[in-house]
């Protein structure tokens, strides 16, 4: 049962060989197991599982119920949840209890999933390697001294330690697909407006994106469908009619045109990581799909351009962390800048304090016209080299990350060098474009490699079902990590 | 030395809509602290603003009203600065690309008009309240008024004194009320204002360093306050000293502006647009709908009473004190709306309801507003009343003593004429026999009057006038008096 997709679970409940209580218990006891080592939950609320498991076992026994009924789920602790705490990874948030659901989470309890926990993460979704987390970094199961990626690490390791049968997660320049290649995961960033951001702690309004990961791309479909559809509370929610995004599971991958950036096949990628991607293309080549060289001539441009836009709307967004109506507040005073200065001082770790404050001098007066406007008209060109892309291809493929798991710690002193490692990920979130990574292989050091699929906007079904051939024929995403046997 | 004084107004109005321009929360003043406010107003993690429709719909009225430009496109943007009543930390507002631009506003000055010119008026959010007294040296919070939508509404500098200023804001302070996008109530503070004032030497052409004046809540203070300042200015500017610009606040108590910051304090507020809303897109249909809404304007107000022969300055007076205004807009109603009167004769009954109301009904009225407010039915009955008279059934003497009867509560006007017998004697054939009386009564009288002295027949009239009490038609009295004497 741990290692089993969400159709197997499913079907496995609806045939009544396991029941939703007995399958959460099953995970419950996994996550006590290992969670100790890996660090990937922040909060876990046993109760509340099984009262939902309970809940959905009641449904199940009348006959109702849908493909997530009884399963359990596991939310990146940056969606706010009604009676249980949403941390973000801060201090700032330690203690942080929502008073309303987020529209995620609505979803998913509307569909009778099992709320399993919050997962760790990046302190405000602001990091690569889930290390800034105010809760302690996360590890890889695959190497525990490594990090699992980040900023929704505690959802991929979750999910790769099969502590739960998929997670949600958020992606602003990276952060679902990055931590599941780094982990040997699937996950999807949806096109920037499918999933509601409503009740998601906010880092970048303009990129933040939710969305699932899961072990094989079938999954990453029967969880959009809960996850994505319109929402009149956040007015950057697309409207469009609901979708099934399983309905291109069995397609063919013939006279499929794949687009190979060359400035994805470059150097400062690893060798093995090159390897992988190359055969993986080499397998959709001879199952008669096309390869085209294409050119996405701004690519070394958009992590700069990432980073100024990023930050400056960050340091807006986190400017309502001020010790005044909940979160953390510094004790005692004396006025009301030393409030401020000292709550958030105290509240939030050092890189995301780094984030504020590049984001407030590229707004600053002086500044504002040569950073954020210039990053701005760069970001259209970057959406442009993909809308010319997408005239020659259908997908466009190429590495997740340059690298696999690094050593925790091995970045850490050099953000820049942190930032580098987002260069294949950010430019899909700066275009708003649809973009999963689904594990192709591993490394000479058995680290799992990760393949990038990147489509045209709302083109989740397409690149769902071409990551669902892929792993059809492959097992790599069923490999259970070797620190975390089952 | 002579100087002039340059004046624009920022004007901060709140629409009038039901709830707050990015959340649902109700916008009613008065409430208990923080009841209305929700998670987008106190700015919970993860909320999003979600605009009103309504706000953008009144902005685009006003717009409409000034014959300002209404942008098929405009932006959002975030205004970031720190303080406990801005829970987000940053104010949305709209910065390079407003809602409205241009437009303007013509008022009276003197005998002639003078065209103010609009440079725009945008949508914003309003800030939340700190409440300094009552928590032991500690500050509460209240962001009931948070997030309540604001139209900004900035003239040009075309304004030439404190009395020209103050013309302007009441101006559009009776505009927007009548266009009803805000309620003007000032003491609320649903219709803000602050002046930038400078000076500068007659003749010159460029605009002195100025500063803004804030904290006018009335318009009597707006016009000292400036006073003040302008004086202040010419003080420092003919001590050789130099204007440094900076925001002043007035302080009614001692009439004088005190420095609340200079320009070196003046914050990086680092707008930026706001992410989390789309550009606002207007179509036509939208202007289309707004103009079709529309409440008529006081300039065509001002056409269509000065048509009825009401005279300028009671035109004046109805459009610059609105509840006034509306008072006698509903007594026009009933006018109209009453079934037993000509067309013609119903224009001279309104025209001299108008009078009536400035004259008469404005010095016994101080607070028009809660008139309206709590006693609906008394434009009706002052309209019945402006038709008596016209009708001949009672006089216009009888008609004030009728007004006074119904404004201190003793009934209504048909109870009123009832109870104190006001109605006007119109029966021929009673008159007669009680003018026969009084000729009777009189002898003298009638022999002065015939031996040519005028102030007896007057005489006689007063008798008979006495004999009814008042209620006698005055020119009836006339009339059958002279038949009977046979000139």
Same mark, same amino acid.
């Given at each position: 049962m741990l290692n089993a997709t969400l159709a197997e679970l499913a079907s496995a409940l609806a045939a009544k060989r396991i029941s939703g209580v007995e399958l959460t218990k099953l995970f419950l006891a996994r996550i006590a197991a290992l969670n100790g080592t890996l660090?990937? $939950?922040?909060?876990?609320?046993e109760e509340r599982s099984l009262a939902d498991a309970r809940a959905a076992d009641a449904l199940r026994a009348r006959g109702e119920g849908g493909a997530l009924t009884g399963i359990p789920i596991a939310h990146k602790d940056i969606y706010c949840t009604r009676g249980i705490r949403t941390t973000c990874g801060s201090r700032m948030l330690a203690n942080f209890v929502s008073p309303y659901d987020a529209h995620v989470i609505e979803r998913f309890a509307a569909a009778r999933a099992v709320l399993l926990g919050k997962t760790n993460m990046d302190e405000f979704a602001?990091?690569?390697?889930?290390? =800034?987390s105010y809760f302690a970094p996360v590890r890889n199961?695959?190497?525990?001294?490594?990090v699992p990626g980040g900023s929704s690490g505690g959802s991929a390791a979750a999910v790769a330690a099969r502590m739960t049968p998929a997670a949600t997660g958020t992606d602003t320049g990276g952060s679902i697909r990055q931590p599941a290649a780094l982990a040997g995961i699937s996950g999807l960033k949806p096109t920037?407006?499918?999933?509601?951001?409503?009740?998601m702690v906010a880092f970048a309004s303009s990129l933040d994106q939710g969305g699932p990961l899961a072990k094989s791309a079938a999954d990453l479909a029967l969880l959009m469908n809960a996850m994505a559809g319109h929402d009149?509370?956040?007015?950057?929610s697309v409207e469009r009619p609901a979708e099934d995004? =399983?309905?291109?599971?069995?397609?063919?991958?013939?006279g499929l045109r794949i687009g190979l950036p060359r400035e994805y096949f470059a150097?400062?990628?690893?060798p093995d990581v090159l390897a992988r991607v190359r055969e993986t293309v080499a397998w959709f080549e001879s199952q008669g799909a096309r390869p085209v060289e294409i050119g996405l001539r701004n690519t070394r441009l958009a992590v700069p351009v990432y980073y100024v836009l990023a930050l400056a709307e960050a340091s807006s967004n986190l400017?309502? $962390?001020?010790?005044?109506?909940?979160g953390h507040r510094t004790s005692d005073p004396y006025d009301l800048l030393d409030l401020y200065r000292r709550t958030r001082a105290e509240g939030f770790g050092a890189e995301v304090k780094r984030r504020i404050l590049l984001g407030t001098y590229v707004l600053s007066h002086g500044y504002y016209d040569a950073y954020y406007l210039q990053a701005q008209k760069v970001r259209r060109l970057i959406a442009q080299d993909f809308a010319q892309a997408y005239r020659e291809c259908d997908v466009i493929m190429g590495? =997740?990350?340059?690298? =696999?798991a690094f050593p925790i710690g091995a970045k850490s002193a050099d953000p820049v060098q942190m930032y580098l490692g987002d260069i294949f990920t950010v430019p899909a979130s700066l275009a708003g474009l649809p973009a999963l990574s689904v594990p192709c292989g591993f490394d000479s050091r058995g680290l799992p490699v990760g393949l990038q699929i990147t489509g045209n906007h709302f083109a989740e079904a397409t690149l769902l079902g071409v990551a669902h051939r892929y792993q059809q024929a492959h097992d790599w995403h069923l490999r259970v990590p070797k620190e975390t046997p089952l | 030395m002579t100087w002039e004084i340059v004046v624009g107004i920022e004007t901060h109005a709140q629409l009038l809509?039901?709830?707050?321009i990015f959340s649902g929360a109700a916008t009613a003043f008065? @409430? @208990?602290?923080?009841? &209305? @406010?929700?998670g987008v107003d106190i700015a919970l993690p993860g909320v999003l603003p979600v605009l009103n429709q309504r706000a953008v719909e009144l902005a685009i009225r006003f717009g409409l009203a000034v014959g300002g430009q209404i942008s098929r496109r405009s932006i959002f943007a975030r205004k970031n600065y720190f303080y406990p009543d801005s829970p987000k930390g940053y104010q949305i507002s709209q910065y390079e690309l407003p809602i409205v631009q241009g437009g303007s506003i013509t008022i009276g000055v003197g005998e002639s008009e003078k065209r103010i010119r609009l440079t725009r008026a945008h949508l914003e959010e309003d800030a939340g309240k700190s409440l300094h007294e009552d928590f032991h040296g500690m500050s509460g919070i209240d962001?009931?008024?948070?997030g309540t939508p604001l139209l900004e509404i900035v003239s040009e500098?075309?304004?030439?004194?404190a009395a020209e200023a103050v013309a302007y804001a009441k101006t559009l302070h009776a505009l927007v009320r009548w266009i009803e996008?805000?309620?003007?109530n000032m003491q609320e503070g649903s219709f803000r204002c602050d002046a930038n004032v400078s000076v500068r030497r007659a003749g010159e052409t460029r605009l002195g360093t100025r500063c803004e004046i804030k904290n006018l809540n009335s318009f009597r203070f707006m016009e000292q306050a400036i006073d003040f300042e302008a004086k202040r200015q010419m003080e420092i500017l003919e001590g050789g000293g130099r204007i440094e610009q900076e925001t002043r606040l007035y302080d009614p108590d001692r009439n004088e502006t005190r420095s609340m910051r200079t320009k070196e304090d @003046? &914050?990086?507020?680092?707008?930026?647009?706001?992410?989390d809303l789309l550009p606002l897109v207007i179509t036509e249909q939208m202007i289309e709908d707004a103009r079709r809404s529309m409440p008529e304007p006081p300039s065509a107000k001002r056409a269509t009473y000065q048509l009825l022969g009401v005279s300028a300055e009671t035109v004046e007076a109805l459009l610059a004190n609105v509840d006034m205004g509306k008072f006698f807009e509903s007594m026009s109603q009933e006018i109209r709306l009453?079934?037993?009167?000509p067309k013609d004769q119903a224009s001279q009954v309104i025209a001299s309801a108008a009078n009536t109301t400035v004259s008469s009904l404005s010095s016994r009225i101080s607070d028009w507003g809660s008139v309206l407010a709590t006693w609906p039915d008394l434009a009706r009955e002052m309209a019945l009343i402006e038709l008596y008279v016209s009708l001949g059934k009672i006089s216009s003497v009888a008609a004030k003593e009728a007004r006074d009867a119904v404004l201190a509560r003793e009934g209504s006007v048909d109870e009123v004429i009832k109870k104190r017998g006001l109605? &006007?004697?119109?029966d021929a054939g009673a008159l007669e026999s009680l003018v026969d009386e009084v000729l009777a009564a009189n002898a003298k009288q009638v022999a002065d009057y015939r031996a040519g002295r005028q102030k007896a027949f007057n005489s006689l009239v007063g008798q008979v006038m006495k004999a009814t009490r008042g209620k006698a038609n005055p020119a009836q009295v006339n009339e059958i008096l002279r038949s009977k004497l046979g000139r």
């Open positions: 660090n990937a $939950f922040i909060t876990v609320d602001m990091g690569s390697s889930n290390e =800034t199961p695959w190497d525990l001294q490594r920037y407006g499918a999933v509601s951001r409503y009740g009149t509370r956040d007015s950057t995004y =399983t309905r291109s599971l069995g397609h063919s991958l013939a150097a400062g990628v690893e400017s309502r $962390f001020d010790g005044v109506r909940y590495p =997740t990350a340059p690298g =696999t | 809509t039901k709830s707050k008065g @409430a @208990a602290p923080n009841t &209305q @406010a929700s962001l009931n008024r948070a500098p075309d304004l030439r004194s996008v805000c309620d003007g @003046a &914050q990086d507020y680092r707008y930026f647009p706001d992410p009453y079934g037993a009167i109605e &006007q004697l119109s």
